[in-house]
């Protein structure tokens, strides 16, 4: 499954199949960047970071691409499984600065 | 070594009252960030602190609320008079160096304003 910028927000995806979340960001300056996950009633997860040198980064079943270019940013998420479902951020920054700026989010649900 | 606490995490306050937010940074981080998320929105930072001192309050709005992390005990974000549209979820991060990548979040405070 595959959402598509922040006009999104929600990808169903069956388990065992490949998840990939996209994320546009908006500030030219960002260059560092970050996953987060969100279950139902905890806060932000880190999940995998990625600086603007690299443009591409993995993780334990994930991997972050990221695009300059086109400012675009994606979270692939392997074989996902049930423990998957959660609302899942991209996050910018200035690399050094404490400030993170969110993107809206999109919700993932496995099927079983 | 326990993470980031909030608390309460529920908070259910009538329009015109004060609500309290307590964050408890995890052991050995001095800064604090709190971050308020309205429903089916991101995150967006609000304040940034450290002991006794506010470094940074541009998100956040000028009436109303105010943050101190004193120099003993947990960082407070106080909301005065409340209203409808300060329900929402706010969450508190901290770190152990003022950068971005290093925050950790607590499980937030959920404010119901009725």
């Known amino acids: 499954g595959e959402s598509v910028g922040l006009h999104l927000p929600t990808l169903s995806v069956q388990e065992g199949d490949n998840s990939i979340i996209n994320c546009a960001y908006s500030?030219?300056?960002?260059?560092?960047f970050i996953w987060y996950k969100q279950e139902s009633g905890k806060g932000p997860q880190f999940i995998i970071d990625?600086?603007?040198?690299?443009d591409k980064r993995q993780g334990q079943r994930v991997t972050v691409l990221l695009n300059k270019t086109v400012k675009h940013l994606s979270l692939q998420i392997a074989a996902t499984q049930p423990g998957d479902s959660a609302v899942y951020f991209c996050?910018?920054?200035?690399?050094?600065?404490?400030?993170?700026?969110f993107g809206a989010g999109t919700t993932v649900t496995v099927r079983a | 070594n326990a993470g980031v606490m909030q608390n309460p995490r529920h908070l259910v306050r009538r329009r015109g009252q004060e609500a309290r937010l307590r964050c408890s940074p995890m052991?050995?981080?001095?800064?604090v960030y709190w971050y308020r998320q309205l429903p089916e929105e991101g995150l967006k930072f609000m304040v940034y602190?450290?002991?006794?001192?506010?470094?940074?309050e541009s998100g956040m709005p000028k009436e109303r609320f105010s943050a101190e992390f004193p120099k003993e005990g947990p960082s407070i974000l106080r909301i005065q008079q409340v209203v409808r549209g300060d329900s929402a979820a706010y969450f508190c991060?901290?770190?152990?160096?003022?950068?971005?990548?290093?925050?950790?979040f607590g499980p937030g405070t959920r404010l119901t304003v009725t």
């Open positions: 991060a901290s770190s152990y160096l003022d950068r971005g990548g290093e925050q950790y």
């Open positions: 500030n030219s300056a960002s260059d560092y």
């Open positions: 990625i600086r603007s040198n690299m």
């Open positions: 996050a910018e920054n200035i690399y050094n600065d404490y400030k993170l700026s």
């Open positions: 052991k050995g981080h001095s800064h």
């Open positions: 602190l450290q002991k006794e001192n506010i470094i940074d």
